[in-house]
């Protein structure tokens, strides 16, 4: 069923590119910040309930200025500025009657027989419509929010409940997706308690509830719906179509393949009415194709297999949305996620393709042939494209047929044919995703939020590359929103406010779209950061506002080249020097860490005495590590000034300077007794090396994630003194040759500090 389809047909040649891609590099951000360092410098807030879990379901209100959350047993409403303050719940448990009898069921009674608020949607200007498992008797409920700002309301009339079949789900486990349009809500979901008849449904409204063909494989085929969106089709109502995204088993595999899940995305129309004599209280419009995101390989494709989020973007033109999709994949040769784009007129060009259809003595998926009857199946009942006022008069051969052929030959392929940003053997999966369109100096960009199952977002940029269409994604930062590291089930973005919120299993979060102030103190470091929230005024790096005066905001998204923008720029911080001492034949660690983590660093060496300046190179005795230069058995000519560079976007810029004298054991011997000499020592042995072993390895001096230049510490530090060198002497008197390697036992648990 096209390129795309066929090359999934061949998982052999399929998994020798997983096995290639999987020895890739996962890409690194820029930035990366710990829960700690959020909380401490970028103000991360958080909301919980006790005793209450599972935040799956965030509806933003900008009018009333609330965040509506919806949990176990809870319905809350939070501050959009501020979710820690001004938080109302609603208490909205199941009945006792229905929890015994799920109990009853075989379900536990603790974690099963609940509440789980699954679904909120705006209804009208003073209400919400809620929907929740019920402890697996679906409910719904209208949730009374007011429009009074200063004063929020929230009440539910427990007298007056809704039946939730088809509108929630009735087990805790499965997702609900669905939109409310106008009075009616369309659903993706299991309709029964054992869950296995899944539907797409269409309740409340003045229109007849419609649902999917039950139990036709070729209709649904254990499906797991993703999203619901509406998007119109033209400027006539009667065209508006609405549109599933989910992933199910592929119907169309070969039965030597075994099972094989695929994603998809369907349609139905707004008007559908079902059919006359056949389809009765049936979709009659009810088409969907296969949303392909995968990488092209030589020896076959590598897909990304389960969908899991989407979200529509908009624009000027509501009929043509973007539509981002992050991706996992169901292969057991590597780990990988991905994020695809589409556009709707692809999307409305596969429904407007050839038809599945199998035939043969194999039973083989072939592009139908045959005559196609009129009116084309899947289009909508209008004055635009017919003269059918409902789809109760369409034929009885458009209504067989639309039965029988639900599925589109061709694919759906993303936008420049492969996947916009790729993230493999990471450690995580996507598992969410919400995106922001930014003015910045130089046109617009998309900045995309990806949340993932440890508890971090990603920041992404979408910028141009090469010829139109085709973009690439670049990972700015990651973020750990949720210290217990907990899988994100939930985004929703605030363009008006600058901020994200996010929900996991156990709290929700809230965090700013930008942290300007992060990427750098110089205009170069502000330029290589390519954020198009944020650019250099001149003394800082501050927020991008697009009707500000632009003589002095310096910014370039597209290329983060700051060589022209900044070569005028006077504001660099001066560059820290610092001394270093060590000892013959010990080891000296120069320390320089990048505020970067896509930059790389270069040292070079200046001898006291000599005018060159040369570039460190490798050798036996050097070791690099990611927090600076580690320098075995120390000789007296490795004295002399060691200068770190980063270089970024080919841009290079000096981060800091370090002098080391080495001295000979008898230098540091009469140091170390002109010391004692001068004061009594501490008690206790002077361990020094435990500090400097500790500094050494990875959880010394800071943690992993420390974003500093040099990594200076806040407040006041100790300068390096005669101490560390006197008890080296010392140490050395008793045995000169010992290795470092062979002190780590001596290591002691407490934070390094420098000497």
Not at 646 to 666: D, I
Request: proline share 6%; with cysteine.
């Amino acid at each position: 069923m096209g390129r795309a389809v066929a090359a999934a047909m061949i998982p052999g040649l399929a998994l020798l590119w997983a096995a290639g891609l999987g020895d890739a590099a996962p890409n690194l951000p820029r930035l990366r910040l710990s829960f700690q360092e959020l909380q401490a410098q970028h103000g991360v807030r958080t909301f919980r309930l006790e005793r209450t879990c599972c935040y799956e379901a965030l509806l933003v209100d900008e009018e009333r200025g609330r965040l509506f959350v919806g949990a176990e047993n809870h319905v809350a409403s939070l501050s959009l500025d501020n979710i820690s303050k001004r938080a109302k719940k609603l208490a909205w448990p199941a009945p006792v009657e229905w929890r015994e009898e799920c109990n009853w069921a075989g379900k536990d009674i603790g974690t099963e027989c609940m509440n789980f608020v699954k679904l909120l949607h705006t209804y009208n200007h003073t209400h919400l419509l809620a929907c929740g498992t019920g402890a697996f008797h679906p409910t719904c409920a209208f949730v009374e929010v007011g429009h009074r700002l200063e004063e929020p309301m929230l009440r539910l009339d427990l007298k007056k409940l809704e039946d939730g079949k088809g509108k929630s789900p009735y087990d805790p486990r499965h997702r609900a997706a669905s939109v409310l349009v106008g009075e009616e809500l369309y659903s993706g979901v299991a309709a029964d308690l054992m869950g296995r008849d899944f539907t797409i449904f269409r309740s409340l409204g003045q229109n007849p509830s419609l649902r999917t063909e039950p139990h036709d494989s070729r209709w649904l085929n254990e499906p797991k719906f993703v999203k619901v969106f509406w998007i119109p089709e033209s400027e006539n109502p009667d065209d508006d179509k609405i549109y599933f995204f989910f992933r199910e088993s592929a119907v169309e595999a070969a039965p030597a393949m075994g099972r094989m899940t695929v994603s998809r995305v369907g349609q139905i129309c707004r008007n559908d009415l079902g059919g006359q004599r056949s389809l009765v209280n049936k979709w009659t419009t009810f088409l969907k194709a296969r949303l392909v995101c995968s990488v092209p390989g030589v020896e076959g494709d590598t897909h990304f297999d389960q969908l899991q989020d989407v979200f529509l973007l908009t624009s000027r033109d509501r009929q043509t949305p973007l539509l981002y999709a992050v991706f996992s994949t169901s292969s057991g040769v590597f780990q990988g996620s991905a994020v695809c784009v589409y556009s709707m007129n692809d999307v409305r060009r596969a429904f407007l393709g050839p038809f599945a259809h199998k035939e043969g003595p194999t039973h083989q998926w072939v592009s139908y042939q045959g005559r196609v009857p009129y009116p084309r199946p899947g289009m909508c009942p209008s004055k635009t494209f017919g003269t059918f006022s409902s789809t109760k008069d369409f034929p009885d051969d458009v209504i067989q047929f639309a039965r029988n052929h639900p599925l589109m030959y061709n694919p759906v392929l993303p936008v420049g044919g492969r996947p916009l940003f790729l993230q493999v053997g990471a450690g995580y999966t996507f598992t969410q995703i919400t995106a922001d369109r930014v003015a910045a100096a130089d046109g617009h960009y998309d900045v995309l939020f990806i949340g993932t199952d440890v508890g971090t977002v990603l920041k992404v940029i979408s910028v141009p590359k090469g010829s139109r269409p085709n973009s690439e994604g670049l990972l700015l930062e990651e973020l750990q929103v949720f210290e217990d590291s907990a899988t994100i089930t939930s985004m929703q973005i605030s363009s008006k406010r600058h901020q994200l919120y996010v929900a996991s299993p156990s709290a929700v979060a809230q965090i700013a779209l930008h942290r300007c102030t992060t990427l750098g103190r110089a205009c170069a470091e502000c330029c290589l950061a390519r954020d198009p929230y944020c650019a250099w005024d001149g003394s800082a790096c501050t927020r991008f506002q697009p009707t500000a005066k632009r003589r002095f905001r310096r910014q370039d998204i597209r290329n983060g080249d700051p060589s022209t923008l900044c070569s005028g720029d006077s504001s660099h911080p001066a560059l820290l020097e610092r001394k270093v001492l060590g000892v013959e034949n010990g080891s000296a660690f120069l320390e320089c860490e990048p505020r970067s983590l896509q930059a790389q660093v270069e040292w070079t060496f200046h001898r006291a005495g000599e005018v060159a300046h040369t570039q460190v190179l490798a050798e036996e005795r050097l070791e690099r590590t990611a927090r600076g230069l580690l320098l075995h058995r120390l000789r007296r000519q490795d004295s002399g000034v060691y200068l770190c560079v980063a270089v970024e976007q080919g841009f290079s810029r000096p981060l800091c300077r370090l002098v080391l004298h080495v001295l000979s054991a008898v230098q540091a011997e009469r140091l170390a007794r002109a010391e004692e000499a001068a004061a009594p020592a501490p008690p206790g042995p002077k361990l020094w090396y435990r500090d400097f072993l500790q500094l050494v390895e990875p959880g010394g001096g800071g943690g992993a994630n420390s974003l500093r230049m040099c990594r200076p510490q806040p407040g006041p530090r100790p300068q390096p003194g005669p101490h560390s060198v006197a008890a080296e002497s010392r140490r050395k008197g008793r045995n000169r040759r010992m290795h470092a390697s062979e002190l780590r036992a001596e290591r002691g648990p407490r934070s390094a500090a420098h000497w």
